[in-house]
């Protein structure tokens, strides 16, 4: 099959399935209760929550409800969220802006630590610096990330005052226009050096919690391909034309190890994205990880939908991608067979 | 990857390091003039960070600021205290009222309260402007509490007004007065100074949407035009709430600038407070044991909030509504003996000197400790007496056969522990009893706390806080009131009428003594047939930088209980 013709297939089966994860998850948040109760309050009387319920439809049946919620999706309209005392649709791009920020900034300094760390172990396999950068990076792992965040702000806001919390300062956040939502960018874009300065300022301490437990995965990943690759016969002939050993490694081991711990670097970024959940939490990142924690824990069902809806396009757009990358690369594979 | 990319990777992080370092040191040009001398000190630095901005960690982000929409209790009490004015105020040391936005507190020997009851008079306060330049006049008013009223939004707290205010009526410019449904004690203290009656301006509401019944306006919902102190200037939902000192301001200009931190966790709280980024934080007593001897944090631990924490006795269970597990009927807590029982068991000084870290207080039924009519002389559950628990249950033929019970309460909070004490004690006991403690998220909580009838047999929840007797006891004890009929009391009160008899009199009885001595009675009377168990009434537990001044709390006053014009660093 000629990879248009899949593409088109795809294309065409994905609002099937978009349709099918959104009636299988509006179903899911009905088991928990209704979703009324965020609009609840203690002391409300049973004849206040019906006129809630009749406000929101909520008092029709669960399909009508469906349907209901499909009409707005159409009209581009998520609905409310109760959470942000807004409608999702306003809130998400900000929230998902922040979060992608705050998870590329964790990758930088994961993948940063993790090939520095796994070719300076590899390079000295079995010696005292392959044992510690070792104990370096897996402790990044082992350690549960919630309370390595809070050692960090112990150390780093409490007592040294480096690093503040949050995402910026409020005034110089203000200080300037926010076109794209991505703190970083906005602050090149107006050109000012105070609020790119902040923005790195804040993004320090969650980026680096949050990225070195995703270092031991790629570290390991680099110290064992470089390790496999040190022990190739090209290694040896280069060493043997006289290369000095900086250069053997540096030009044509690492390079070559590389490619496997891409892939891991790949992986790592969902492992990211999913921790963004609890570092956001702790150091008051306003993203959608915090957003969907509060949702979750207040009922907040238009929020979790649209969560969930963007996760499964996402999800389904780029298994489409990787799918046809794969195909393009690898000309063996054969789509749709 | 190229060498080069590898040095380019280390200068930027080496760069990154750099600018944060320098950052952290450096002062922030974008702050106002007196914040130049800001500087990032260790902790146990005497130097007071961001001077002349009060920072607050609250726990909890506003789902309004609109007065007319705002739940009682919930977040945005706190910024509506702050930003708008209401006609009467509450002082700061106690539960006296002071004048607000009125030039006097109505009183029948002034003359503004009349001989009936019916009529109360407000001289208004003259050259008050609102935060958008508009004169504040006696139209503002009326057309503030009958905004709310109109709206009567379910969310809201319209009913403190509609249930008693039957005309605003303007008399002229400066004059409003208030003609009632009925007489009522409790006017000042239940509707004048609620927040939902705060006055907000007219002409900005009318320019932003207007009034429309049963619909919230989304400009009011995140944008305050009051007469108060501050001035909102930003809120950044999920992160912060920033309020300005507003120059012409009719009285005692505030000190500081205000941001509201929204949600941090309490851990966070806690080290913010101890970095000194967060000046004074939502506390609780479970904080007090990781606060306790950090240097440059003061501890307030004096007084009581006005929100007892209640453990409910359904006396309306649904035939087969209850969890299968339970094995009570469903007349279970009709019989009084059940109820006193249950009142015996419980570990009060356990709970006070564990969950409550020492800070609280015994509570008799249902008036708290610091508002008006409670009589130190009721008695009052708060010795655990196992033996007349069990006694009353084997009266009761409850014992030794035993029950199981199931208790829902949300999870993680001093309601789960009030519902494990709960259970400790009545397990204690010889009779085979059971109890279940369902500790469900909040929403969860809610969403079953809402039904009519409710489908569990107990519940742990705390009392929204008022200023009078009456609103605790329509609510929480009158057989006629809105719980007392949901709940059923009429079918376990040895004699409803009575309590409502009380209850009806003490509201309209404008003589204090005389309305305190029936308030007494309703507490002897409430001793021996309770409808709830009171764990106890929570202490008034704050923490906040020593470098602040003027700290004062009031817990009358919405959470965090403190009004930021006050405090000056």
């Known amino acids: ?337 | 990857m190229r060498s080069s990319t590898w040095r380019w990777a280390a200068l930027l992080l080496a760069l990154t390091m750099v600018a944060a370092a320098c950052n952290s040191a450096t002062t922030d040009t974008t702050q106002p003039a007196e914040n130049t001398e800001t500087t990032n000190t260790p902790t146990g630095g005497d130097e007071v960070k961001n001077p002349g901005l009060l920072v607050h960690a609250a726990d909890d982000e506003p789902s309004t600021l609109d007065p007319a929409q705002v739940e009682p209790g919930e977040g945005g009490e706190t910024v509506i205290l702050q930003v708008y004015e209401r006609l009467l105020e509450i002082g700061s040391g106690g539960p006296d009222l002071v004048p607000g936005l009125a030039t006097e507190v109505p009183t029948v020997d002034n003359g503004l309260i009349s001989a009936d009851g019916m009529t109360y008079t407000f001289k208004l306060r003259e050259g008050v402007k609102f935060h958008d330049g508009t004169d504040f006049t006696a139209s503002d008013v009326k057309y503030s509490w009958d905004r709310a009223m109109e709206m009567d939004l379910p969310e809201g707290a319209a009913g403190v007004l509609s249930d008693i205010v039957t005309e605003v009526r303007v008399v002229d410019d400066f004059t409003v007065e208030v003609e009632l449904q009925k007489a009522s004690a409790a006017f000042l203290n239940t509707t004048v100074v609620a927040m939902v009656s705060s006055i907000v301006s007219e002409d900005a509401v009318e320019a932003n949407g207007g009034i429309v019944a049963g619909e919230q306006n989304d400009f009011m919902q995140g944008n305050m035009v009051g007469t108060g102190p501050y001035t909102l200037t930003a809120w950044n939902r999920g992160e912060n709430i920033q309020l300005e000192i507003y120059d012409d301001y009719w009285g005692t200009p505030a000190f500081l600038d205000v941001r509201i931190e929204i949600g941090p966790t309490p851990d966070v709280r806690v080290l913010g407070l101890r970095a000194g980024d967060f000046d004074t934080i939502e506390a609780d007593p479970s904080f007090i044991g990781e606060i306790e001897g950090a240097e440059g944090v003061t501890i307030f631990g004096e007084g009581l909030t006005v929100e007892p924490i209640h453990i409910g006795f359904n006396l309306n269970i649904p035939e087969g509504a209850l969890p299968a597990e339970d094995t009570i009927p469903t007349n279970f807590f009709h019989d009084p003996r059940v109820r006193r029982a249950s009142n015996h068991a419980f570990d009060y000084q356990g709970f006070i000197d564990g969950a409550l870290g020492g800070f609280g207080d015994f509570n008799p039924h249902y008036i708290p400790q610091g508002i008006f009519g409670y009589d130190p002389a009721a008695p009052v559950y708060g010795t655990q007496d196992l033996a007349k628990a069990e006694e009353l249950f084997t009266e009761a033929g409850y014992c030794p056969d035993g029950f199981v019970v199931s208790v829902i309460t949300e999870e993680a909070n001093l309601f789960e522990t009030a519902a494990l004490v709960l259970k400790d004690s009545l397990e204690s006991l010889p009779c085979n009893i059971e109890v279940r403690v369902l500790a469900v998220a909040e929403a969860q909580f809610d969403d079953a706390h809402a039904q009519d009838p409710i489908e569990y047999a107990m519940w742990v929840k705390n009392a929204d806080p008022f200023a009078d007797p009456h609103s605790y006891l329509s609510s929480y004890q009158h057989p006629d009131g809105e719980w007392g009929v949901i709940h059923g009391f009429a079918n376990g009160y040895a004699d409803p009428q009575k309590v409502a008899d009380l209850i009806d009199a003490a509201e309209v009885e404008l003589d204090a003594d005389a309305r305190a001595a029936i308030y007494s009675e309703l507490q002897f009377l409430l001793y021996d047939d309770p409808m709830w168990l009171i764990a106890g009434q929570e202490g008034v537990v704050a923490a906040y930088r020593s470098w602040l001044k003027g700290w004062e709390s009031n817990p009358l006053w919405p959470r965090p209980s403190l009004k930021f014009a006050l405090i000056d660093k």
Request: aromatic share 10%.
């Open chain 1, 1 to 337: 099959m000629q990879i248009r013709d899949y593409i088109l297939r795809r294309l065409i089966v994905l609002p099937f399935l978009i349709v099918g994860v959104s009636i299988i998850v509006f179903g899911l948040t009905r088991i928990g209760g209704s979703p009324v109760a965020i609009y609840l309050s203690h002391e409300m009387s049973s004849e206040e929550v019906a006129e809630i319920e009749a406000r929101f439809h909520l008092d029709e049946p669960v399909p009508v409800q469906y349907a209901y919620w499909a009409r707005g999706v159409l009209q581009g309209d998520l609905g409310w969220s109760g959470v942000a005392a807004a409608p999702v649709t306003a809130v998400f791009p900000n929230k998902l802006a922040a979060t992608m920020e705050l998870a590329v900034a964790s990758a930088v300094v994961a993948v940063s630590l993790g090939i520095g760390l796994g070719t300076y172990a590899g390079a000295r396999r079995n010696k005292l610096p392959d044992h510690i950068t070792r104990i370096i990076s897996i402790s990044g792992a082992a350690m549960p990330l919630f309370w390595f965040a809070i050692v960090m702000l112990i150390v780093f806001w409490v007592y040294l005052g480096w690093f503040p919390i949050g995402r910026s300062t409020p005034e110089v956040f203000a200080s300037i226009s926010h076109p794209t939502g991505l703190y970083t960018v906005d602050a090149l874009l107006a050109g000012s050096f105070t609020a790119f300065r902040d923005a790195i300022w804040h993004l320090v301490l969650p980026a680096l919690t949050l990225g070195y437990g995703a270092t031991a995965i790629i570290a390991r990943m680099m110290r064992s391909s470089l390790v496999e690759e040190l022990q190739e016969e090209y290694v040896d002939a280069a060493r043997a034309k006289g290369l000095a050993e900086r250069l053997v490694l540096r030009r044509h081991a690492r390079r070559n190890a590389l490619m496997p711990t891409v892939t891991v670097i790949g992986l790592s970024f969902g492992f990211l994205l999913q921790g963004t959940i609890v570092a956001e939490i702790i150091f008051r990142w306003p993203g959608l990880g915090r957003w969907m924690a509060d949702s979750v824990l207040r009922g907040d069902r238009a929020t979790i939908m649209a969560y969930v809806l963007f996760t499964s396009v996402l999800f389904l757009v780029v298994n489409l991608v990787v799918d046809v990358v794969y195909a393009y690369l690898d000309r063996r594979v054969v789509l749709g067979s």
